[in-house]
């Protein structure tokens, strides 16, 4: 029998006996099951794969034999996958597909502070598919993200992320279009860094200084990697006629990561904390907008332009 | 700044500018493929379970 805990998300059922947990952006997550499948990661998510002891987020599965829409009205809808509605104090999550007909194929139900959380399996949609990935997208980023945005602990931005073996962590913000699989590409086949993401990556701070993590949300170049690197400077890509690097003022800084970032939009208090936390990574490192030319030749301006802040 | 005469140098007054940032709502919410081949995020979510329609982010 499960247990209704304060937060009026089931807790953990004894019979929850099975385990995987993974830590992406420094968030512990752990998804809990009845049997092995329920417990699954996604090939992407088996490289953020973690010991936790003590997750920062519980997630716990379980099965239903249908699900249908629930009466309320949306809070918010993406547009695509998902659809936010609330259910007193807890958020909750339809996720749906064209695959699967006009029903939700899984719900997540998670508490105000998105610690502790419920997915429900559809079994009408999902019950003959084997393997089932209970954590698959967009459901591990939205509790990432939420949980981040609403401690006011980090936020995701949209851009390219790498560690060059003399630079240290470059990130490369840029909306879609704007170069970061070209730029990620160009270092990779020029230089060899480790990268971390070509389309998303989190930041934190931590002690006064900017970090950035790799995310499993990869781009269509395909790099993911758990790895971390701490950051000097934040490039905001844009196509130009010649390499320059134009440093911005902190407040239009602040504008152009959120407008490269992905908030909570159905949360005030979380929307708060984003540009909060923005603020404060521009009071850490400067921003430059960087207008580049697809060619080698702005690798090489941005190796020019580090040694020069770093001489 | 204080220069060598020991004077505060003033910064010239700026006139406030309305500076206009494009923001692309369709890539800013989580929730959308990367490319309508099932690439990308939501890799598995666009071939396999949750099929997107729309292409963003």
Redesign the interface.
């Known amino acids: 029998m499960l247990v209704e805990s304060a937060s009026g998300v089931e807790g953990t059922p004894a019979a929850l006996l099975y385990q995987s947990c993974v830590r992406i952006g420094g968030v512990s997550l752990a998804l809990r099951g009845a049997s092995p499948r329920e417990v699954c990661l996604?090939?992407?998510l088996e490289s953020f794969r973690h010991d936790c002891e003590s997750p920062n987020i519980e997630v716990n599965v379980k099965w239903v034999e249908k699900l249908r829409f629930r009466r309320s009205n949306p809070a918010f809808d993406?547009?695509?996958?998902?659809t936010l509605s609330r259910d007193g104090s807890l958020s909750v999550f339809d996720?749906?597909?064209?695959?699967?007909g006009n029903y939700p194929?899984k719900r997540l139900h998670s508490d105000g502070d998105f610690c502790c959380a419920q997915l429900v399996l559809n079994g009408e949609t999902?019950r003959n598919?084997n393997p089932?990935?209970p954590l698959?997208?967009?459901a591990d980023?939205?509790l990432i993200?939420n949980y981040l945005a609403g401690h006011g602990l980090g936020v995701e931005v949209?851009g390219c992320g790498l560690i060059d073996a003399e630079v240290g962590g470059l990130l490369f913000l840029g909306?879609?279009g704007a170069g970061k699989s070209t730029t990620t590409k160009l270092w990779k086949s020029l230089r060899n860094p480790e990268i971390l993401s070509d389309?998303?990556i989190i930041l934190r701070l931590h002690n006064g200084e900017l970090w950035m993590y790799g995310t499993p949300?990869?781009?269509?170049a395909?790099f993911a990697s758990a790895a971390t690197a701490k950051l000097s400077r934040i490039f905001i890509l844009q196509h130009g006629e010649r390499n320059e690097m134009v440093e911005m003022p902190r407040?239009?800084a602040v504008?152009?990561m959120?407008?490269r970032?992905?908030?909570p939009?159905h949360s005030a208090a979380g929307l708060e904390r984003t540009i909060e936390f923005l603020n404060r990574v521009t009071g850490v490192v400067p921003c430059y907008e960087f207008r580049f030319v697809p060619h080698r030749c702005a690798l090489q301006a941005v190796l020019d332009f580090h040694d020069r802040r770093s001489g | 700044m204080i220069d060598e005469n020991g004077s505060r140098d003033k910064k010239g007054y700026e006139q406030p500018k309305v500076i206009v940032i494009s923001l692309r709502p369709e890539e800013a919410v989580l929730g959308h493929c990367k490319n309508a081949g099932g690439g990308g995020p939501g890799g598995h979510g666009c071939s396999h379970v949750g099929s997107c329609m729309n292409q963003g982010s």
Not at chain 1, 78 to 82: A, D, M, Q, Y
Not at chain 1, 217 to 220: K, R
């Open positions: 996604s090939h992407e993406s547009g695509s996958l998902w996720f749906t597909s064209p695959s699967f194929y999902l598919l089932v990935f698959e997208y967009p980023e939205l993200t949209h909306h879609s389309d998303r949300w990869h781009g269509e395909a407040s239009r504008g152009e959120f407008a970032c992905f908030p939009f």
